[in-house]
């Protein structure tokens, strides 16, 4: 059985590998500093879904959050480090998509972070 993560996948941009997580059969939420600058042919979503790097997928566009000016960390303007990467195909079915999650998060959640680097 394939793991309940195998819709976060790694990005390979610049020699680099990165993480990124499916939110739609062909949309990857990532953070800007990972895409920002680069052409989306230069880009590839990676996936171990059944198996070591399954597929790699090539990226059709690159959506930037407005307002984002460079990896700043947690200082004024870092709170908008947030891209979405277009496939220029879907993943095959199966693969888990994470809806965003848009609720407060109660005292005492448990959070599970899952990615590369």
């Not at 990165?18 to 052409?39: D, E, F, K, P």
């Not at 930037?64 to 079915?93: C, M, N, S, T, W």
């Amino acid at each position: 059985m394939d793991s309940a993560w195998a819709g976060v996948g790694s990005i390979s941009v610049g020699g680099g590998t990165y993480s990124g997580a499916l939110i739609a059969t062909n949309y990857v939420l990532t953070a800007a500093h990972v895409v920002s600058g680069r052409a989306p042919e230069d880009i590839t979503f990676n996936l171990n879904f059944g198996g070591d790097l399954t597929h790699r997928i090539a990226v059709e566009a690159v959506f930037i959050r407005p307002g984002y000016r460079g990896a700043e960390g947690f200082r004024h303007g870092g709170e908008y480090d947030i891209a979405v990467l277009k496939l220029a195909e879907p993943v095959p079915a199966g693969v888990p998509i994470y809806g965003l999650y848009d609720e407060e998060l109660p005292q005492g959640a448990v959070l599970t972070f899952v990615g590369y680097g």
